[in-house]
C-alpha cells in the first residue's frame, strides 16, 4: 500500500498530522488575525469589494460568514467568492513574505503529498500527451517547488516555470534543480504546446488577466489544464459549508466547473472537458456524525459501505469532486 492510501486508510486525521495540516493551519489563523480588527471582521482600509470573476456580474447574495469573511454568491453564474476581499498589496505580501506560505512548502515534500500530487500530474499528462502524440514545451505558472515540472522533465518535456515567491524559487533549484523565473516577462520561450495552473488562478485578484496572459502564450493547437480546488459543487463543500478547510480567506474565488467555463471565455478559452478529483467522503461522514471532519472523535457509519462506494463513483462521474482538472484550448 502507498504512503498516500495507507495515511487516508486511517483516517483523515492521520493525513492532517502526517503531512503538517494542523501545525499549518494554526498559522493560518495567527497570520489571517492579523487582517482583523477588533470586531473580528475584515479591516475596512485592507479590503475591497468586487465583481464576480466568472461572468462579472454585479448581483450576489449572502452564503455565510467565515473567519471574518463575507462569501457571497453570484445570482448569474453561481460563483461564490469572497467579497470584500483583501486588496492586492496585503494579498501579495501574504504570498510573498508571511511563514504560512512557507510552511505549505514543507506540506508539498511530505511523502504522502508528494505521491498524492505526482500521481495527478501523471494522469493529466497521460491525458495530454496521448491527445498531442507525446511531449512538447510546458509552462507551468505558480510552480511553487516545482514537484510538477520535475515530473513533466523527466517524461521529456521541455519545461519552464513561473514562480513570484523567492523562497519557493529557491527550494525548487536547491530541491529539483529547476531555475524559476520570478515573472511571466522573463520568460524566454513565448509559445507552448501546455500551459498549467495547479490551485493558482481561484487565489489570485484579476483571474480573466492572468488567463487572458496564458492565452497569449499556448500555441494555436495548445492544451491549458487547470486544477481548480474549492469546487462550489462540490458535494462535500454543499454539507460542510463553513466548515470546509476549502474556505480560505486566500483562497478568493469558488468556481463550478460551468461557471470557471465561462472565465475561460472572458480570456478567448475554450473548455474542452473536465474531471472531478476527491470525493471527500471521509471529512464529508465526520461533518454529518457532528464531529470535527478533520479531527474525528467517533467512528459510528453513517451509511453503508456499498452506498459511500457508489455515492463516490457518482461524485467523480460528475461535476461534485472537491476539486476539478479543467482542460481548455484557444478559441
Not at 520535475?150 to 521529456?156: D, H, M, S, T
Not at 515567491?165 to 520561450?189: M, P, Y
Not at 481548480?228 to 470546509?244: K, Y
Not at 462521474?317 to 481548455?328: E, P, T
Request: net charge negative; with cysteine.
Amino acid at each position: 500500500m502507498s504512503a498516500y492510501e495507507d495515511l487516508r486508510g486511517q483516517g483523515v486525521a492521520a493525513f492532517v498530522r502526517e503531512t503538517g495540516r494542523a501545525t499549518y493551519w494554526s498559522a493560518l489563523a495567527e497570520q489571517r488575525a492579523k487582517y482583523l480588527g477588533p470586531d473580528g471582521r475584515a479591516r475596512p482600509e485592507l479590503v475591497e469589494a468586487v465583481a464576480c470573476a466568472a461572468c462579472d456580474g454585479r448581483d450576489a447574495r449572502f452564503v455565510f460568514e467565515k473567519d471574518g469573511f463575507t462569501y457571497v454568491r453570484c445570482t448569474e453564474c453561481g460563483t461564490v467568492y469572497i467579497s470584500p476581499q483583501l486588496r492586492a498589496r496585503p494579498l501579495d505580501e501574504y504570498w510573498a513574505e508571511s511563514n504560512v506560505a512557507a510552511r505549505w512548502l514543507d506540506i508539498l515534500l511530505t511523502p504522502a503529498q508528494l505521491e498524492f500530487d505526482r500521481r495527478k500530474y501523471a494522469e493529466v499528462l497521460d491525458r495530454v500527451e496521448r491527445e498531442r502524440g507525446g511531449p512538447g514545451r510546458v509552462l507551468d505558472i505558480g510552480s511553487s517547488l516545482g514537484v510538477f515540472l520535475e515530473l513533466a522533465r523527466r517524461r521529456g518535456w521541455e519545461v519552464a516555470g513561473v514562480e513570484p515567491g523567492a523562497r519557493a524559487r529557491e527550494r525548487a533549484q536547491s530541491q529539483f534543480g529547476l531555475a524559476l523565473h520570478a515573472s511571466l516577462e522573463e520568460l524566454e520561450t513565448s509559445v507552448f504546446d501546455l500551459v498549467t495552473f495547479w490551485e493558482v488562478v481561484e487565489h489570485t485578484k484579476s483571474p480573466p488577466e492572468l488567463l487572458t496572459a496564458a492565452r497569449g502564450l499556448l500555441a494555436p493547437d495548445g492544451t491549458l489544464v487547470t486544477l481548480v480546488g474549492g469546487n462550489v459543487h462540490a458535494l462535500a463543500n454543499r454539507v460542510m459549508r463553513a466548515a470546509s478547510a476549502a474556505f480560505d480567506f486566500s483562497r478568493l474565488w469558488y468556481f463550478s466547473p460551468s461557471s470557471y467555463a465561462r472565465l475561460l471565455e472572458r480570456s478567448s478559452l475554450e473548455q474542452a472537458g473536465y474531471t472531478s478529483i476527491l470525493a471527500e467522503l471521509d471529512t464529508t461522514m465526520n461533518y454529518l456524525r457532528y464531529d470535527d471532519p478533520y479531527d474525528a472523535s467517533f467512528a459510528e457509519p453513517v451509511l453503508p459501505a456499498d452506498v459511500l462506494a457508489q455515492l463516490e463513483t457518482a461524485i467523480l462521474g460528475s461535476d461534485l469532486g472537491y476539486k476539478f482538472v479543467s482542460f481548455a484550448r484557444p478559441r
